[in-house]
């Protein structure tokens, strides 16, 4: 008894350091979430969303404070006080009216928890660009790839043009500690114009990211000249997009002067090319258009497959993202019954933004029946502001739930949509970001912990979270394309 009664006291002993640390002021939130460092915001008054904090005495508030200077002082600072911990792992807080945010101005935001004992965390601080008409025709840009790339030092720089490798993970590294310049050369394999370079440098932390590089090029691969505008000199961010004078050359080369840490690290780049994409043939009869929403510009799931076998007399038109645009849309002959966006893999902090805005072109403007699948769904309220839709800190992915499925998504308003779904139902769920706040004419159809499905109120156009073109056997949701289809057939001239 007494060996016990000793044990316990020693647990208590060893315990109070622990319940001591239960009671101090809160850990600071994450700000990885939406808008990240330096994303390109598209509203006026973007949705702040990041990574509840964690100890303290619950509950906790938060304060959060934007303002047009790292130092937030002066005129422009916004502050708002007691704010409310959402449940799971994200709170949000959109800018109210009255405080619209500078277009074309860089802001820097802040926010710590508060407990329930006026015990304040640190602030957790980021900042973001405002520029509302980014997004507001398609980039008349076309991708250029190279034939072959080479490195200074190092490993795998191949690895820089993977653009479909889901949160752009994989990386080219210079080998390290080493006290030279480093660079990457590009062959285009021909003579091509570049007007814009999209760029990432070690997404995982500051260790890697270029301080000092400039962009050459050269006629013969040996001789170089820098380009104007493509030098960076002083730069503080992983990612980059530089806007060039349109520039002809074939070998193109990133010289790398500065770094931080050991070792410079591309994660991603792209060359632009000023220019359209060629309008693609339609199929014969009647065809969905299906805009393949990936970086690798396919779809997440057999959609093409699916919409083929449904015994619809329907025939499929895939176009990658980044060659959409409204003027195409309106240039296929015949036009399409629908268009279909699909899922993506990737993570859209990591990913050139301004690839999507033909698919915003779209969302916005065009009158065919659309329908958003997963990340389509998150893109037709995107379209509307980048920071409507926002990670949710973990990944709902229904197929590797063990049976029975929970039947977790409720309807919420009868639509022809729906006709023949459960009421709760179960669908398969693959991702990790939702829509959180709708636009104007905007209404929510289903949802589960968070917004399932959405409609326009003043055009045929639908979002949902879910996966109804997968087929699996517990997919409660199939008859959502089947709806959606028939519906777009009935418009059809």
């Known amino acids: 008894m007494k060996t016990l009664k000793a044990f316990l006291a020693l647990a208590l002993v060893l315990a109070l350091p622990v319940l001591a640390m239960a009671q101090d002021a809160p850990t600071a939130p994450g700000l990885t979430n939406n808008p990240s460092l330096d994303v390109v915001v598209t509203n006026p008054r973007p949705v702040l969303s990041f990574f509840n904090a964690h100890g303290g005495q619950s509950p906790l508030t938060y304060e959060m404070q934007l303002s047009p200077n790292p130092e937030f002082s002066g005129p422009g600072l916004i502050s708002y006080q007691g704010l409310a911990q959402e449940p799971g ?24 928890a508060v407990d329930a004992a006026g015990r304040k965390g640190p602030w957790a601080k980021t900042r973001f660009f405002v520029d509302t008409a980014s997004d507001d025709r398609f980039m008349d840009l076309v991708r250029v790839y190279p034939e072959q790339i080479l490195a200074s030092s190092g490993f795998n720089p191949e690895n820089v043009y993977d653009l479909d490798d889901p949160g752009q993970s994989t990386f080219w590294q210079s080998a390290p500690f080493h006290e030279e310049d480093q660079w990457l050369v590009l062959d285009l394999g021909q003579i091509r114009t570049i007007s814009r370079i999209w760029m990432l440098s070690a997404i995982s932390g500051k260790n890697g990211w270029l301080k000092d590089f400039a962009w050459q090029t ?12 493509g030098r960076l000199a002083n730069n503080d961010t992983f990612r980059n997009i530089l806007d060039i004078a349109p520039t002809t050359a074939r070998f193109w080369r990133l010289y790398i002067r ?28 009647k065809y969905v258009l299906v805009v393949g929403d990936q970086m690798n510009g396919y779809t997440f799931t057999q959609l093409a497959r699916r919409i083929r076998s449904l015994g619809l007399g329907l025939q499929v038109l895939q176009v990658p993202h980044y060659q959409m645009s409204l003027e195409l849309v309106r240039s296929l002959k015949p036009q399409p019954v629908a268009i279909i966006f699909s899922g993506n893999n990737a993570g859209y902090q990591n990913l050139p933004m301004f690839e999507y805005n033909g698919n915003y072109e779209i969302i916005r403007e065009c009158k065919l029946p659309i329908l958003g699948i997963c990340c389509g769904h998150q893109l037709t309220a995107m379209a509307y502001g980048l ?9 709902d992915i229904t197929a590797l739930d063990p049976p029975p499925w929970k039947h977790d998504i409720a309807i919420l308003k009868k639509d022809p949509l729906f006709q023949g779904v459960p009421d709760p139902f179960v669908a398969p769920e693959v991702h990790g970001w939702a829509v959180y706040t709708l636009p104007a004419h905007y209404e929510a159809l289903a949802r589960s912990k968070y917004l399932q499905s959405l409609r326009r109120t003043d055009k045929m156009l639908y979002g949902v979270q879910f996966h109804p073109e997968i087929d699996a056997p517990y997919n409660q949701a199939q008859a959502v394309l089947v709806n959606f289809l028939k519906m777009a057939l009935q418009k059809a001239p």
């Open 89 to 112: 792992r994200v709170s949000a807080k959109r800018v109210a009216v009255g405080d619209e945010l500078k277009d074309k101005s860089r802001y820097w935001w802040r926010v710590r």
């Open 258 to 285: 500065d770094w931080h840490g050991y070792c410079a690290q591309i994660n991603a780049l792209c060359l632009y090319s000023p220019g359209k994409p060629p309008v693609p043939t339609p199929p014969p009869g």
């Open 218 to 229: 050269s006629v013969d691969g040996v001789n170089w000249q820098e380009v104007p505008g």
């Open 387 to 395: 920071t409507f839709a926002r990670s949710m800190g973990w990944s």
